[in-house]
């Protein structure tokens, strides 16, 4: 094992755990109360999921929406600003 990871302490795996369980606890919620919304990569070029969105949603849709889901899903704004 490197000598990096052996001076690790258990405790610190356990914070290195704790923010992403955070989020997931922060996006679970949400999603269970029927807020699956758009997050900020929806508008890009290449998303997966545009399908699923309403005709013309970049033209118009995400900019008008998208101050609305920042607020229902602050809790992972912080999440969306990880590199």
């Given at each position: 094992?490197?000598?990096?990871v052996q001076a690790l302490s258990p405790y610190?795996?356990?914070?290195?755990?704790?923010?992403?369980?955070?989020?997931?606890?922060?996006?679970?919620?949400?999603?269970?109360?029927?807020?699956?919304?758009?997050?900020p990569g929806a508008a890009e070029e290449f998303?997966?999921?545009?399908?699923?969105?309403?005709?013309?949603?970049?033209?118009?849709?995400?900019?008008?929406?998208?101050?609305?889901?920042?607020?229902?899903?602050?809790?992972?704004?912080?999440?969306?600003?990880?590199?």
């Amino acid at each position: 094992m490197p000598p990096d990871v052996q001076a690790l302490s258990p405790y610190a795996y356990q914070n290195a755990f704790s923010l992403p369980l955070a989020f997931l606890a922060a996006a679970y919620s949400a999603f269970a109360a029927g807020k699956a919304l758009p997050g900020p990569g929806a508008a890009e070029e290449f998303n997966d999921f545009a399908f699923a969105l309403p005709g013309g949603a970049k033209e118009s849709y995400l900019d008008l929406v998208q101050p609305l889901v920042a607020a229902e899903l602050s809790d992972l704004a912080p999440l969306w600003e990880e590199p």
